[in-house]
């Protein structure tokens, strides 16, 4: 999803965080010319929301860092890592050296993945940064009845209070969603996790926009009140709850989260995706909603 076109478009002409250069690095095959692997990198220096990335790099604190992708993609690879990554990490040494950053490197690699195991086997130590969640979809019933007792009729009793309290779901384009609302929600959400500027004003409005048919916008409305929205992403597999806001303040004995999370089940079962990627954070609701750890990693080095 993070290596779309329009996704990567998206980010250079709306940034969601600071990012004072852009490069793209894309690896041929040599005789053909084929285009074997590629890979985007942003050159960043402002805290949030790398916070986290400092928490862990505490040396790399307040110095700039070449690094892959952005904090807002929690997926980072590189296809054909085993044949390209010694070239790969050259090209970015040097330009992270032309762009005037003592750091280059990678973050929110997968531990155990094509990525991870080969920064490993090239003796690179990786940081634990945090975890992402995900979990395997076919259809909604069957979903339910892979979870606990309790937290299964904790979910149907949210979708029933819910339903008394007059709440309403819908799903729809980013184009038709009510960006401005769902934008300040999502604002309001993330600063209670010191999560500031994780949705940067107007630019999230647009950025979501400007993904196209890759961006939906999942609505939970209390008569008519915005009361939780998600920005879900697809791709050919995997339904991404990428982002959400919820307002708590609400009419009645439900929790709009739940109303929200339930609905994302729903909509990527109807849309086929094997796999509910959750997200970073909020970990005990996930693993308890049936939800697997995923390790991120950081991988950074010093040019």
């Known amino acids: 999803m993070f290596y779309r076109h329009a996704y990567v478009s998206a980010y250079e002409q709306t940034p969601l965080t600071a990012v004072e250069a852009f490069a793209y690095f894309v690896v041929r095959e040599k005789l053909a010319g084929e285009a074997i692997a590629v890979l985007p990198a942003y050159l960043q ?3 949030p929301p790398v916070r986290r990335l400092h928490q862990v790099y505490p040396e790399a604190a307040g110095e700039r860092a070449l690094l892959s992708h952005t904090w807002h993609c929690y997926d980072a690879h590189v296809p054909a890592t085993a044949e390209v990554l010694p070239r790969v990490l050259d090209a970015m040494i040097r330009t992270a050296s032309i762009l005037g950053a003592r750091w280059c490197g990678f973050t929110n690699v997968q531990r155990g993945g094509a990525l991870s195991s080969a920064l490993r086997a090239a003796g690179l130590p990786a940081r634990h940064l945090t975890d992402r969640w995900a979990a395997g979809i076919t259809t909604y019933e069957h979903y339910l009845a892979g979870l606990s007792p309790r937290a299964r009729a904790n979910l149907r009793r949210n979708e029933r209070r819910s339903a008394e309290a007059g709440v309403t779901t819908e799903t729809l384009p980013a184009d038709q969603a009510a960006l401005d609302e769902i934008t300040l929600l999502c604002v309001k959400t993330a600063s209670r996790f010191e999560n500031t500027g994780y949705h940067p004003g107007p630019t999230f409005g647009r950025f979501v926009t400007a993904l196209g048919d890759l961006a939906r916008v999942i609505e939970v409305r209390q008569h008519g009140r915005l009361v939780a929205a998600g920005v879900c992403l697809t791709d050919s597999t995997r339904f991404h709850t990428w ?7 609400v009419d009645g004995n439900y ?8 609905e994302s089940v729903r909509v990527a079962a109807r849309l086929g995706k094997s796999t509910l990627e959750g997200g970073r954070g909020n970990a005990a609701f996930k693993r308890r909603h049936g939800l697997g750890p995923r390790h991120l990693d950081a991988v950074l080095l010093r040019t």
Do not use: E, K, R
């Open 45 to 47: 220096q402002a805290p």
């Open 243 to 249: 982002t959400c806001g919820v307002d708590y303040a």
């Open 255 to 262: 929790s709009p989260y739940g109303v929200l999370f339930a």
